[in-house]
C-alpha cells in the first residue's frame, strides 16, 4: 500500500505511536520515528527492522520550531520526499481547574497544539511542493465532549481538531490533504492496571463493551494515508466504539 513513500511518526517511541509506525511499516512505507530522546526509539526501531522497513531515528522535540524546522528538512533531503506525516506526540498533566498549575497548563498545549504546528509547518513547503501528502493529527475523544479534570488536554485537542480543519483548507489546492483521528479509551498500561470496578464501569459508557487498542487507531491511520481516502479532507475519524456520537 505505501511502498516508496516516507511516513514521518512523532511520538512514537510507545503505544499507539509505536503501533502507528509498525503497520505503517508493515504495509510498506519507509519510516521516519521521532521522540523527545532518541534513545526512547531502541524498541520500536528494533521491531521495524524485524519488519525488514527502512527506519531513520530523529530526537525531536516537538516544541521547538527551530528544532522541527531542522528535522523535518533533514528528512526530504534523505528520502527527497515526505508523504505522509502523523502528530501523534502528546502528553497529560491532569488536575481539576481550581487546582491546575500554570506549568502544567502550558506544557500540555505545548506539547499537543504547539507540537502539532510545528511539525506540521515544517513539512508543509515539502509536501506543496511535490503537490501531494497526508498529514493526520491524532486528537481524542476528550477534544470532542471534554471531561472534568482535562481542562488543558481537552484544550489541546479541541485545539488540534479546529487546526486540522483549516490547514485542510489551506493546503487542499495543492494536493496535500490533513485530517484529524479521535481515539476513545484505548487499552494501555494504565487500563490494565485498573480495578475490575472501575473497568467495567468504563465499559458500560462505551456501546461495544470493549476498548479500542492501539492497532484500532493504526488501522483508521493507514485508511486516512493511503489513495482509499483520497477525496476526503478536514474530517475527524472517532475511533472510540461508540462512545461518543
Known amino acids: 500500500m505505501f511502498t516508496g513513500k516516507t511516513a514521518v511518526v512523532t511520538g512514537a517511541a510507545r503505544g499507539i505511536g509505536q503501533s502507528i509506525a509498525l503497520d505503517l ?6 519510516l521516519v520515528i521521532g521522540d523527545i530522546k532518541a534513545e526512547w526509539l531502541t524498541e ?21 520550531t527551530d528544532a522541527c524546522q531542522k528535522v523535518f528538512d ?7 520526499r515526505i508523504d505522509i506525516l502523523v502528530n501523534n506526540a502528546g502528553i497529560t498533566r491532569d488536575g481539576l481547574l481550581m487546582r491546575m498549575s500554570e506549568e ?23 509536501m506543496m511542493k511535490q503537490r501531494s501528502g497526508s498529514i493526520i493529527n491524532i486528537a481524542s475523544i476528550i477534544g470532542l465532549m471534554g471531561n472534568a479534570g482535562q481542562a488543558n488536554y481537552a ?17 487542499a489546492s495543492r494536493n496535500v490533504r490533513a485530517n484529524a483521528i479521535a481515539p476513545g479509551f ?3 498500561k494504565m487500563t490494565d492496571a485498573l480495578s475490575e470496578e472501575v473497568r467495567q464501569k468504563m465499559l458500560e459508557a462505551i456501546p461495544l463493551g470493549v476498548f479500542g487498542t492501539p492497532q484500532h487507531v493504526a488501522d483508521a491511520v493507514a485508511f486516512l494515508a493511503s489513495d482509499q481516502s483520497a477525496y476526503i479532507t478536514g474530517q475527524v ?3 472510540n466504539g461508540g462512545m461518543y456520537m
Open 155 to 171: 484544550a489541546s485537542k479541541g485545539g488540534v481538531i479546529a487546526f486540522t480543519k483549516s490547514i485542510a483548507r489551506e493546503l
Open 25 to 30: 511499516a508493515a504495509k510498506g512505507a519507509d
Open 104 to 126: 502544567d497548563w502550558d506544557a500540555v498545549l505545548t506539547v499537543n497544539l504547539k507540537g502539532v504546528f510545528n511539525c506540521t509547518k515544517a513539512v508543509t513547503r515539502t
Open 44 to 64: 520500536t526501531e528494533e521491531a521495524l527492522k524485524q519488519l525488514g522497513a527502512k527506519v531513520s531515528c530523529k530526537e525531536l522535540d516537538v516544541t521547538s
Open 237 to 239: 475519524l472517532s475511533v
Open 74 to 80: 533533514e528528512v526530504a533531503k534523505e528520502n527527497g
Open 186 to 188: 484505548i487499552s494501555s
